[in-house]
């Protein structure tokens, strides 16, 4: 092969310097390669006859993807063992120090959200100076590190995991004999919440990748989308069934042992893609020099925020995306994060089968973008399946009625029915969440402001919708925990309760023990009657009813051509111009780092 043929593509010139090492490394990595391109090709990616439309993936970029897959599913498997076991774990922890159990793990939930939006906004300058490879491995090995963080103290303060397991009639074994660490469980809080940053930040990295493999073909995209996000969906589905029986064989404190072995093998999987050969020049990374950059950076951010909240707010065509985007996010993060683990410790009495509860969930995410998947050209707007969402919360009811008692069925059967439940739930808001990526993405692309350039709307409105999802969510999650650990049932108040046991003992931690089984029924059955039934119902009824505000709405199918059909027009002699390849690959690489799908 000429050396003018190797150079037209750069991923390959890549990879032929590397394969054309003399060394033993070299052969192995040829070898290597050979194998697993005819095993892709073959049973991966079943590449036919390429055409201009419908290209193929090169050589190298079928190795690119394979790696970029098994390092993604990687990720995905130990975030979800290492979420769901650490909130198992404070649920527990908190619950046997007297602490207000839920109003903490609100805390935990809400920051840790909160976090995430930071680690996102300094990746940018990070990748300024560094090469994007570099900055998600080191993102990966801090991960890694706090992972274990929890562990290490556990067992420096006397943790023990369980001694003994029994497994009855095929159901999750029984642990007994562990012993809890003798350690403050707020320090649980600080841990999570710092998560939050490396953890926002290889999500943001992870979706900027797929642009740098295969280029701004959209056709090589959105084939390669689908592809990351069926394994990343398995990875997590299995990953939350998997924690839950570490949880139960290993004890919680010591569940994310596999998490950060996982995160290691992901950076070296990354490690492993080859970047095409741009430019190895990154500007002078001093000290000053980054925290100006993050400084401009977050600046930025909050300007952004600000636009995308004027365009949205003051702009009738989108005044319905606060309520159609942001909305069902916060409701979707909510039934995750707060009604499952509520349901798992105080109806189950074990918080382990939340992480089951979630698997169910992601199941459902796969599900339902899926569905959108196979059916683009059916719905010309996201409006029938946000309706579907919307309709879909109302089975959040069913919290109040399945319980081990209602089913005649141990308390692991009624977490599985739970998640099939929660299966058809998520279904919904992922079909609409997918559909209103893409309708934001199509409609804001020329969205003009005097004196913007013409694609700066997109960006700053997924900035406005979702910080807005983030402090909802990051506010109603301890105000609704803080409500249900001071709830009143039938004149007993139970702050006034709390205040007496600490004047008389001077603590809480026999509180709940001094609830008859009866209050402690009712207060379950107001929570879940008030809550997972009648909030949820509102939130549907508002959800469903903001679907007939753009005009042309009122249809089961609507198109909005009313709504739009201007904006159509004025599509049109933008494009003619500006330079329509340029436009094409901002507005993919955009879509890879917002679309929360």
């Known amino acids: 092969m000429s050396a003018e043929i190797v150079k037209k593509d750069t991923h390959e010139y890549e990879l032929t310097k590397m394969t054309a090492k003399k060394d033993g490394n070299g052969d192995i990595f040829r070898q290597t390669y050979s194998y697993f391109d005819g095993l892709l090709n073959k049973y991966l990616f079943k590449d036919t006859d390429s055409t201009d439309l419908q290209p193929n993936f090169s050589k190298s970029e079928r190795w690119n993807i394979f790696c970029y897959i098994v390092g993604v599913m990687c990720y995905k498997f130990g975030l979800e063992s290492y979420n769901g076991t650490v909130k198992s774990l404070a649920l527990d922890r908190f619950t046997a120090a007297g602490l207000s159990v839920f109003q903490y793990t609100g805390y935990l939930d809400g920051f840790q959200a909160a976090t995430q939006c930071v680690g996102s906004i300094i990746v940018g300058p990070l990748m300024r100076y560094y090469s994007v490879k ?26 023990t995991m369980p001694t ?17 660490g003798d350690w403050d469980p707020v320090g649980i809080i600080p841990i999570f919440v710092f998560s939050g940053i490396p953890f926002g930040g290889i999500e943001l990295i992870r979706r900027v990748i797929p642009q ?79 925290m100006t950059t993050m400084k401009s950076a977050f600046i930025g951010f909050g300007e952004s925020v600000y636009k995308g909240g004027k365009l949205v707010c003051f702009d009738r065509r989108f005044i319905w995306l606060l309520w ?3 909305l069902p996010l916060v409701m979707h993060r909510y039934i995750e994060g707060g009604v ?54 109302n089975f959040c009811w069913l919290y109040v009625v399945v319980t081990p008692s209602s089913t005649n069925t141990d308390p692991a059967n009624t977490a599985g029915i739970m998640a099939a439940i929660m299966c058809f739930i998520s279904a919904g808001w992922s079909a609409g969440d997918v559909s209103l990526s893409a309708f934001i993405q199509r409609q804001m692309r020329f969205v003009k402001e005097p004196g913007s350039h013409v694609n700066d709307a997109l960006p700053c409105v997924m900035a406005f919708l979702y910080v807005t999802a983030i402090v909802v969510y990051a506010i109603i999650n301890p105000i609704i925990g803080k409500w249900l650990d001071d709830i009143s049932i039938d004149g007993y108040n139970a702050a006034e309760a709390k205040l007496a046991l600490v004047t008389a003992t001077g603590t809480t931690e026999t509180y709940l023990t001094t609830l008859s089984s009866d209050l402690l029924e009712k207060r379950i059955d107001l929570y879940f009657y008030w809550i997972g039934g009648v909030f949820f119902s509102l939130m549907s009824i508002l959800i469903f009813a903001n679907t007939f505000i753009p005009k042309g709405s009122w249809k089961f199918n609507p198109t909005l051509e009313e709504e739009f059909v201007q904006a159509d027009v004025s599509d049109e002699a933008i494009e003619s111009e500006d330079n329509v390849d340029t436009n094409k690959n901002f507005d993919v690489t955009v879509a890879q780092g917002v679309n929360q799908a």
Not at 140 to 154: G, N
Not at 341 to 347: A, G, M, N, T
């Open 134 to 159: 570099s900055v998600l491995t080191f993102f990966l090995v801090v991960y890694a590190f706090i992972s274990m963080i929890i562990m290490a103290i556990e067992h420096a303060n006397g943790g």
């Open 164 to 180: 003994e397991c029994i497994t009855k009639d095929g159901l999750p074994p029984k642990c007994t004999g562990a012993i809890a």
């Open 212 to 290: 740098k493999i295969v280029g701004g073909n959209e056709f090589k995209l959105k084939k390669l989308d689908s592809l990351v996000h069926v394994y990343f969906e398995i990875a997590g589905t299995t990953g939350a069934f998997f924690a839950t029986y570490v949880c139960l064989i290993m004890g919680k404190a010591y569940a994310p042992v596999i998490t950060p072995i996982l995160y290691v093998f992901a950076a070296f999987c990354f490690s492993q893609i080859v970047m095409p050969k741009v430019s190895d020049i990154f500007e002078s990374g001093t000290f000053m020099a980054i």
């Open 324 to 326: 159609g985007y942001s």
């Open 340 to 393: 499952a683990s509520v349901y798992s410790k105080l109806v189950l009495n074990e918080s382990a089968y939340g992480s089951y509860i979630n698997g169910g969930s992601n199941f459902g995410e796969l599900l339902g973008a899926l569905f959108v998947f196979w059916n683009l050209n059916m719905f010309p707007t996201p409006l029938p399946t946000l309706r579907w969402d919307a309709l879909v919360l």
